[in-house]
C-alpha cells in the first residue's frame, strides 16, 4: 500500500540522501512549525486528498514536497498525540518517490 509525505522542499536532497529521518531535522521547521520532532517516526496518509490538509497547514514559510512511500504495513502506523498517523521507523530513501514537488503555501485568509 503507499502512503504519503509532506516535507519542506528545503529537505529534499536530504531526504533524497537519506530518506526519512525524523533525527535529522533538515534546512525547515516541518510542516506544523515545530523545530523539534513531535514523535520519534514519520507522519504519513493513506491518500493525497488527506496530504492536501497538510499543505494547508504548511508552516514552514515555503514550498513543501509530496513523497509517496512504498511499503508501510497499515497495521505497524500509530496515532500521535495529535490524531495523525506515523510510522515509529526511519524510511530509507529506496522506498520513496518524489510525486509533487514546490507546493507553495496555501494563503491563509483572515476574518475581518
Known sequence: ????????SLNRASIQQYGLDWTLMGAA????????????????????????????????????????????????????????RYLPERISSDRLTLVRTDVAPVPRHRRP
Do not use: Q
Open 29 to 84: 521547521p516541518w510542516i506544523a512549525g515545530s523545530r523539534a520532532p513531535e514523535v520519534e517516526g514519520c507522519y504519513l496518509t493513506e491518500d493525497e486528498f488527506t496530504a492536501a490538509f497538510f499543505f494547508r497547514m504548511n508552516n514552514t514559510g515555503g514550498a513543501v514536497d509530496l513523497w509517496a512511500v512504498e511499503g508501510v504495513d497499515p497495521s505497524s502506523l500509530m496515532e500521535s498525540p495529535n490524531g495523525f
Open 1 to 8: 500500500m503507499i502512503h504519503f509525505h509532506v516535507s519542506s
